[in-house]
């Protein structure tokens, strides 16, 4: 059996008995929508920091039509009023449990910017208005639904609890925090995408199994007392202390079981004459990670132990291969968090059921014409795949949707294609995007399924493509050519970003690309230009760019087009030094490009950059007898100085640009030259200094209104003289690719 295959497929389950309701036009958001579908109570109650949009890209939407299509009777509490108790009880007691999570977005992202400073919108809610869900949504939530009916299982996940399943660092408080399920009080924690684990626990706890015994299933974390009965362990606890603490056990139990030599003698055998080879029958070996666990170093010695904690970090992230990964065991006071190993990813059959499901692909109705910026962004847009192989230590999609790319059927994403054609008002002809996490990794997967189900790598492409990556773009080619070709669709563009080092590897793909799918400028994400910072984001060199960028000049010439790149590039990424910021905005200056809005790095929970960021060691590396200190840019006025660097075209920045140059040594960047970052300071700007009498650091803080980017990831790029492309801030999973 194919090692990356589960066992029972998700669609084959028994359907619960209230399939006979049939499918809800909109799943249920109030009593009287209950009535009028002729429920008297729901089995299961979805919790949900966004607004209600039965739409495949929304997470709420696809788990409530999943839970649905096994037979259960799905509501939707969406945005709750988390004061009381009184929003989380107007559906009544759920049957079979709660299933909250903070949206589609991390809520603490959702509500701070970089800088910790408090968004007022909010993409996900009606009217892009801010304050509509709590800081750290998932515990609050949990809370309510605890206080409502206490006694009704509660099953949290989404990208929030997802990134928290262990001990890890919390940006906003500056401090490690315990596992969210402890705080959440939740009975089981999913991880990932949940539909293959949710709909297990669905159906257990239908069959009437206790929650607190439900400890097994994949893609999983509970609490525990201690480790799962027959599991064998490694001590990882301590840098230097990797070792067995639980012999496998014998499959035939005591040795001496059997018939003794006197009863063989009783019985006239001569067991000499008798001698023969006996027959050995052995159960199957049990593979290295099969039934086996790590066990990390506690939560009270990560939180003050940043060695610890980078070496509990190295330890997940390679850990996560649905197809060798053992499970995690970590102790928080006198209980343990004990996390399943992964589960297995979609088959392209599942994915194209779960896409295929009766969407109503708008907002609900409840929400009248009020506009819901997220929706808008994506209503025309096709998800064709998940997952990303590229590893990129500041993004969360690796961590949260795994490298193993599960793409959907060519019918499956077609058919999605006339949907939206039929079915989306106002539409225009235009499908705004045909991607995912990553815009051409559709159908690219190991060539070596050994290999596949074995590796431990953090990315397949960094530092070099992996030799058994097939970088064979001919499926989304046809894709492509397919999809121009569906009735009333004038134009297919490419939204989601692409990953230009696999692309020049198959120059066919770049040349449809350039041909046909760009609307004038197209997304690409360096990150940086330096050695230095690129080592520790898990990122190509430039060489990789300077090679896209010439087949794409050339395929647009070809084409009878003038179109160009835009590349986004973050500041304050750990590993970045002032020089490295002064040597990236000369090149910037060199190419005219000029930063609209920039992204500070976001340190999200559990991504490996933030592990860099809170120990300033390099956790890409082993731990042990690991020497390196990375420079870890810190503080808001370092922070602050490396986005001015970034917009080195901003006048507001200059006065704390000049200051670092002087500081560094380099004050001959610093004039009217060519080969200049700033101007020198202005008659004007000294006057103005010397009324205020403050320091430039305090002018440049008040200098300009900061971009709030909404932690989408992508920096707004402008390059000189030409217009910035309209709708290319599209969101990201916590961090650009």
Known sequence: MNALKAERALFSYPKYWAECYGNAPFLPTTRQEMDELGWDSCDIVLVTGDAYVDHPSFGMAVI???????????????????SNKDAFMSLGKPNLFFGVTAGNMDSMINRYTAEKRMRHDDAYTPGNVGGKRPDRAVVVYSQRCREAYKDVPLVIGGIEASLRRIAHYDYW???????????????????????????????????????????????????????????????????????????????????????????????????????????????????????????????????????????????LHQETNPGCARALY?????????????????????????FGLPYQRVPHPKYGNEKIPAYDMIKTSVNIMRGCFGGCSFCSITEHEGRIIQSRSEESILDEIEQIRDKVPGFTGVISDLGGPTANMYKLRCKSKKAESTCRRLSCVFPDICKHMDTDHTPTINLYRK?????????????????????????RYVKELVSHHVGGYLKIAPEHTESGPLSKMMKPGMGAYDKFKELF???????????????????????????????????????????????NFYPSPMANATTIYHT?????????????????????????????ILRYHDPAGWPMIREALRNMGKANLIGGGPNCLVPDETRQEKAQRGKKGSGSGQQARKGGKPALTRHTGFSQFKKANTKPRVGANKKRANQPK
Not at 225 to 231: A, H, Q, R, Y
Not at 483 to 500: M, P
Not at 562 to 583: C, R, W
Request: charged residues 30%; glycine residues 6%; proline residues 7%.
């Open 483 to 507: 999809a121009r070709d569906v009735k009333g669709i004038k134009k297919i563009l490419i939204a989601s970003g692409v990953r230009y080092d696999l692309a020049i590897e198959d120059p």
């Open 173 to 315: 408080q500056e401090k490690v925090r315990r596992s969210i399920i402890f705080d959440a009080k939740a009975d089981i924690l999913i991880y990932g995408n949940a539909e293959r684990p949710l709909v297990e626990v669905a159906h257990r706890i239908a069959a009437g199994e206790d929650v607190s015994q439900i400890q097994n299933i994949r893609g999983t974390a509970v609490i525990r007392k201690e480790p799962l009965e027959g599991w064998r362990g490694s001590d990882s606890t301590a840098i230097d202390k990797v070792g067995k603490i639980d012999p496998i056990p014998n499959p035939y139990g005591a040795d001496d079981v059997g018939c003794s030599k006197s009863e063989f003698a009783k019985a006239g055998i001569d067991l000499k004459a008798e001698e023969a080879k006996p027959i050995v029958v052995q159960p199957p070996k049990l593979k290295p990670w099969e039934k086996a666990y790590v066990k990390l170093p506690a939560f009270e010695q990560v939180s003050v132990n940043k060695p610890l904690y980078a070496h509990a970090s190295r330890i």
């Open 64 to 82: 409530g039509r999943v839970l649905e299509a096994q037979g259960f009777r799905v509501g939707i509490i969406a945005q709750p009023d988390w």
């Open 553 to 599: 000049d050339k395929y647009s010439k070809e084409a009878g087009k003038k179109q160009y790149l835009i590349p986004y590039f973050i500041s304050a990424h750990p590993g970045t030094t002032d020089e490295d910021m002064v040597n990236m905005a000369l090149w910037l200056k060199a190419h005219d490009f000029k930063l609209d809005q920039v992204q």
């Open 330 to 354: 970590q102790r928080h006071g006198d209980r343990y968090v004990w996390v399943n190993p992964p589960a297995f990813p979609l088959e392209t059959e599942e994915m194209d059921m779960v």
């Open 616 to 644: 300033e060691m390099n956790s890409l590396r082993n731990i042990k007898n690991n020497k390196e200190v990375v420079s870890v840019p810190k503080g808001a006025r370092q922070r602050r100085l490396h986005k001015a």
